[in-house]
C-alpha cells in the first residue's frame, strides 16, 4: 500500500499552471528562440559543435548526413531526427541565411519549396564561417554543461566571432512570444559594432550610417527606412519588400516584365502559380505566357504580355496582389540575460560587445596560464642545462623516475614541475642548439605573458583585440549589399484599364432595384419597349456607359448603392437583370430614387438631399465614397426622423454651377424659392437642416433645382388629374425654412392636391405612370402659362387612367407632331 504521507492533494488548476509553466519555460529558453550572444537556437548550437568535434570541419572531406544527425541526437539534443535534419539543412541554405554555416552536398531543397533529399543521401561538413562562430571553443572561453545523460559536456553558448544573430538574423514561434529578425550585411554590421566599441554613446541614427537595413540574401528592394528606423529602435516595425524587376520591350509594340530578385523566404513556385493564374482567370487583362527560367546563373521569371499593354499598369497590380511584394514584419526577440527581450539594434550589439569581452578574457586569462605553466617548465630545462653534468648525475643516482624527480627537487631546488620535465627530457635535446631554441622560446614567452597580462589589466586594450578580430572576419567574409535600401514606400497606383476591359455598354437601372449591362450589339438587336423590366416596373437610368464608369444609385430610405459598370451583370438586353437583393437588402417599400454614371470618383461636386418632412441638406462627393464592404453593405446617405419621412429626389451639382436655387412644392400647394447658398454642406449620417415651414398634415412632396442658364418654367400636376404650367417669375425668391406661397387656389370640395411639381424646358415632355393606363405623355408646349391663382386643365381621366404614381422628364422627340394649345379649363 502507497505512504499515504507522500500523496499530495492539489487543484487541476495547479497541476496545469505549474506544468505548462515549466513547459513554457523549456520551449523559450531551450528551443524556438535564439540567444542574442551568438543567435543561435538550441538545436543549431548542437549541430555545429558535435560537427567541430566530430572533426567534420570545411577543411576536411564532407561525410553523410546522416552520421552528424545521430551524433547530434546520440550526444546532445533527444528529440526526432526529422527536425535535426530540419535545421541543418536550414543552415545550409543560401537563400535563407546570408552567411550559411553549413556545407552541403547534393539536394538541399530549393526556393520553389521543394524537400531536400533524405539525410542518407547528403553530405555535409562545417563551413568555414561557422568554425568562426566556434574559434577557441576549448580554450574555456564559454561555460559548459552536462549533456542530457550526464556523459558529455555542451556549451551554453558559443564564442561567436562575429554578431550571428544579425547577420543571419532568425524566426521562430514559441509560448507567447515569437521573434522575426532579417539577416543583415556582415561587414555593416562589423562596422557598427566597431563603431560602438568606439563610442559607447553612439545613437540610433549613427549607428543607421553604419548598417542600412536588412540585407536579405535573396535580394529585392526594401522600401520604409522609418519602418526600419523605427524597428531599430523598439525591436518591432513594418517595412515593404519587393521584387526586382524590369520592363523589356520586344518587337511589335509588346513588353516583358523580368523579375531577377523575389521578397525574402516567398515560394517562387508559388508566386509563379499565383501570377499565371491571374492571367488564365483573366483578373487583369495583358499577360500572355508566364515562364519560370531560373537556372544556375540566377532567379528569372518572365511574365510575356499581350500588344499594346501597359506594362507598368500590369507590374503595379501585382506589386498589390501577388508576394511579387510582400510587407515584413521585425519581431527582434531574443534570449538575453536567460529571458526572452524585444531589443533594438543597439542593444543587440551590446550584448554581443559584453559576451566578446567576456570571451576574450577568458581566452587571455586561459592562454596566460597555460604559457606562465610552460615558461616555468621552460626556466627549469635552461637552468639544467647549465648545470647539466650535476642533473645527470642526480638521475644516475636515482632509483627511479619519481625518485629522480624528489632528488632534483631537493638537491637543484627544481620545482616538481621542472623536475618531471628535466626527467622527461630526451637525450637528443642537450645541446647547445636546443638551449639557444629554448632561450628564444623563453623571451617569446615572456612577451606573451606581458600582453596577455595587458589586456587582462587595461579594458581599452581588450576591445582593441576585440576590433582588431572583428575586422579580421569583415576581411575574410564579408560581400558587397544584395537588397536595396529606399527611404519611402512607394504608391502602388492600379490602373483600372489593367483590370477591366474598357467597353461602351448600354446600362439600366430600374425603379424596382433591377439592374444591368448589355452589349450595344444587344441592345440595338431590341425593340425599345423590350427592355425586360416587369410592365409595373420603369427605367430610372438607361444611358450608354463605359465598363471603367462607376454607377451611383439613390434609394427613397437614405441609401446609397455603389457599383462599378464592369461588375454589373452582363446579360442580353430583352433579360431582367439582377435584383439589388441578391446583394444588398432592400426594405419591402424601398424604391430607387436616382442614378448617376461617374466617369471616375474624384469628382468636386455635391449631392443634395431632401426630405418629405422638410429637411434638406448637401453632401460632398468625396464624403459618399465607396469602402470595402460596398458589395454586401449601402452606405447612410442621410439620416431620417421617422419611419414615413423619405428622401424625394437626389441631384448631383457639379462645381461649376454657382448661383443655383431651389424650389420646393408641399402637397397643400405650398412652394418656396431660395438660394441653394443657404443650405450648408454636412456629413453623410446628418439630418440636415429645416426646408420649409409646414403646416399640419402637410408634407413636401417634390422639388426641384433652377438652373440660371435654362429657360425653365414650373409644372403641376395634381392628384386630381389637372395639370399647370407657370412662369417662374409667379415664385419670388424667398429664404430658406419658411412656409412659401400658394400655387393654386383653395376648393371648399374636391381640393387639388400636389402630385408633381417640376421644372421644364421647352425641349422636354413629362410622362406620367398611371396604375390603369400605364404611361401618359403630357407635352407642356400645348398649354398656356397661368398664374398662382389658377387650378390648371384636367388632363387626365382618372377613373380610366387610375392613380397617378410616378412622372418622369424626357427629352421631347425629334419627330413630335405639336397640336394647337388647349384652352384652360379651370374649375
Not at 523549456?26 to 535564439?34: G, H, K, S, T, V
Not at 555593416?188 to 563603431?195: F, G, L, R, S
Request: glycine residues 6%.
Amino acid at each position: 500500500m502507497a505512504d499515504s504521507s507522500k500523496i499530495q492533494e492539489l487543484s487541476l488548476e495547479e497541476i496545469m499552471g505549474d506544468r505548462f509553466g515549466r513547459y513554457s519555460k523549456y520551449i523559450i529558453q531551450e528551443r524556438a528562440l535564439p540567444d542574442v550572444r551568438d543567435g543561435l537556437k538550441p538545436v543549431q548550437r548542437r549541430i555545429l559543435y558535435a560537427m567541430h568535434v566530430d572533426g567534420n570541419t570545411f577543411d576536411k572531406a564532407f561525410r553523410k548526413s546522416a552520421k552528424s544527425v545521430g551524433n547530434v541526437m546520440g550526444n546532445f539534443h533527444p528529440h526526432g531526427d526529422t527536425p535535426i535534419y530540419e535545421a541543418l539543412v536550414r543552415l545550409s541554405q543560401s537563400w535563407k541565411l546570408r552567411v550559411p554555416l553549413i556545407e552541403m552536398h547534393g539536394n538541399n531543397g530549393s526556393m520553389d519549396g521543394d524537400p531536400p533529399a533524405a539525410m542518407r543521401y547528403t553530405e555535409a561538413r562545417l563551413s568555414k564561417a561557422s568554425e568562426a562562430l566556434l574559434q577557441d571553443i576549448e580554450k574555456d572561453v564559454v561555460d559548459m554543461v552536462l549533456n542530457f545523460d550526464d556523459t558529455l559536456e555542451e556549451p551554453t553558448v558559443l564564442p561567436a566571432r562575429f554578431p550571428n544573430l544579425l547577420v543571419n538574423g532568425a524566426t521562430g514561434i514559441s509560448a507567447g512570444y515569437a521573434t522575426e529578425i532579417p539577416p543583415h550585411n556582415l561587414g555593416e554590421v562589423i562596422d557598427a559594432t566597431i563603431a560602438l566599441i568606439d563610442n559607447p554613446e553612439l545613437t540610433l541614427d549613427e549607428a543607421m550610417q553604419y548598417v542600412q537595413g536588412p540585407d536579405f540574401p535573396t535580394g529585392g528592394i526594401l522600401q520604409g527606412k522609418s519602418g526600419i528606423k523605427k524597428a531599430y529602435q523598439t525591436g518591432r516595425g513594418k517595412v515593404i519588400l519587393r521584387s526586382k524587376t524590369k520592363i523589356q520591350e520586344l518587337r511589335g509594340h509588346r513588353s516583358q516584365i523580368i523579375v531577377t530578385e523575389i521578397p525574402y523566404e516567398v515560394n517562387k513556385a508559388l508566386l509563379v502559380k499565383k501570377i499565371d493564374e491571374i492571367r488564365l482567370l483573366k483578373t487583369i487583362d495583358g499577360i500572355a505566357e508566364v515562364r519560370d527560367e531560373s537556372d544556375r546563373h540566377g532567379l528569372s521569371i518572365v511574365i510575356e504580355l499581350k500588344r499594346d499593354v501597359n506594362a507598368q499598369a500590369v507590374l503595379n497590380y501585382l506589386f498589390k496582389n501577388t508576394d511579387l511584394q510582400v510587407t515584413y514584419n521585425f519581431n527582434m526577440v531574443a534570449i538575453a540575460k536567460m529571458r526572452p527581450q524585444q531589443l533594438g539594434l543597439l542593444p543587440i550589439l551590446k550584448a554581443y560587445i559584453d559576451h566578446q569581452k567576456e570571451v576574450v578574457l577568458r581566452r587571455t586569462n586561459f592562454d596566460l596560464n597555460k604559457a606562465q605553466k610552460r615558461l616555468h617548465i621552460v626556466d627549469g630545462l635552461i637552468k639544467a642545462l647549465s648545470i647539466l653534468d650535476q642533473v645527470i648525475h642526480t638521475i644516475r643516482a636515482s632509483k627511479n623516475k619519481s625518485d629522480a624527480v624528489k632528488n632534483l627537487v631537493a638537491e637543484h631546488q627544481f620545482s616538481k614541475e621542472q623536475a618531471s620535465a628535466i626527467v622527461a627530457l630526451q637525450l637528443y635535446r642537450l645541446t647547445n642548439t636546443d638551449v639557444t631554441q629554448l632561450q628564444k622560446e623563453q623571451a617569446q614567452l615572456q612577451k606573451s605573458i606581458i600582453g596577455y597580462q595587458a589586456i587582462i589589466a587595461n579594458p581599452k586594450q581588450l576591445l582593441k583585440v576585440i576590433k582588431q578580430e572583428l575586422q579580421a572576419i569583415k576581411k575574410e567574409f564579408a560581400t558587397p549589399r544584395l537588397t536595396k535600401i529606399e527611404a519611402e514606400v512607394a504608391e502602388i497606383k492600379i490602373d483600372r484599364r489593367v483590370m477591366v476591359t474598357e467597353e461602351t455598354v448600354r446600362v439600366l437601372v430600374s425603379r424596382q432595384g433591377y439592374l444591368k449591362r448589355s452589349s450595344l450589339r444587344s441592345y440595338q438587336a431590341s425593340t425599345a419597349t423590350d427592355n425586360g423590366l416587369r410592365p409595373e416596373d420603369n427605367p430610372i437610368l438607361d444611358c450608354e456607359a463605359s465598363t471603367l464608369d462607376h454607377l451611383y444609385i439613390f434609394t427613397n430610405q437614405g441609401h446609397l448603392i455603389y457599383r462599378p459598370i464592369h461588375e454589373l451583370d452582363d446579360v442580353r438586353w430583352k433579360d431582367t437583370g439582377q435584383h439589388l437583393s441578391q446583394t444588398i437588402g432592400l426594405n419591402p417599400d424601398e424604391e430607387i430614387l436616382n442614378a448617376f454614371v461617374f466617369k471616375d470618383l474624384k469628382g468636386p461636386g455635391k449631392f443634395l438631399f431632401a426630405t418629405t418632412d422638410g429637411y434638406i441638406k448637401q453632401v460632398k462627393f468625396a464624403d459618399l465614397l465607396p469602402g470595402r464592404t460596398y458589395r454586401s453593405r449601402a452606405i447612410k446617405t442621410m439620416k431620417l426622423h421617422s419611419d414615413n419621412s423619405k428622401i424625394l429626389r437626389v441631384f448631383y451639382l457639379s462645381e461649376s454651377n454657382a448661383n443655383l436655387q431651389v424650389i420646393g412644392f408641399t402637397e397643400k400647394s405650398y412652394a418656396l424659392r431660395f438660394s441653394i447658398e443657404e443650405i450648408p454642406i454636412v456629413r453623410a449620417q446628418a439630418a440636415g437642416v429645416k426646408f420649409m415651414s409646414l403646416k399640419d398634415q402637410d408634407q413636401v412632396v417634390d422639388y426641384d433645382v433652377v438652373d440660371p442658364s435654362k429657360k425653365q418654367f414650373i409644372i403641376i400636376l395634381t392628384q386630381r388629374g389637372a395639370f399647370k404650367k407657370m412662369e417662374l417669375s409667379e415664385l419670388s425668391e424667398s429664404s430658406r425654412a419658411r412656409r412659401g406661397v400658394l400655387t393654386l387656389r383653395e376648393l371648399k370640395n374636391k381640393p387639388h392636391r400636389i402630385k408633381i411639381a417640376r421644372l421644364l424646358t421647352n425641349d422636354e415632355i413629362l410622362k406620367v405612370i398611371t396604375t390603369n393606363a400605364g404611361e401618359i405623355d403630357i407635352d407642356p408646349s400645348e398649354f398656356n402659362f397661368g398664374d398662382r391663382y389658377s387650378n390648371g386643365s384636367f388632363v387626365i381621366d382618372l377613373e380610366k387612367s387610375g392613380t397617378i404614381e410616378q412622372a418622369f422628364i424626357n427629352a421631347r422627340p425629334t419627330t413630335s407632331n405639336n397640336s394647337e394649345n388647349k384652352g384652360d379649363n379651370n374649375e
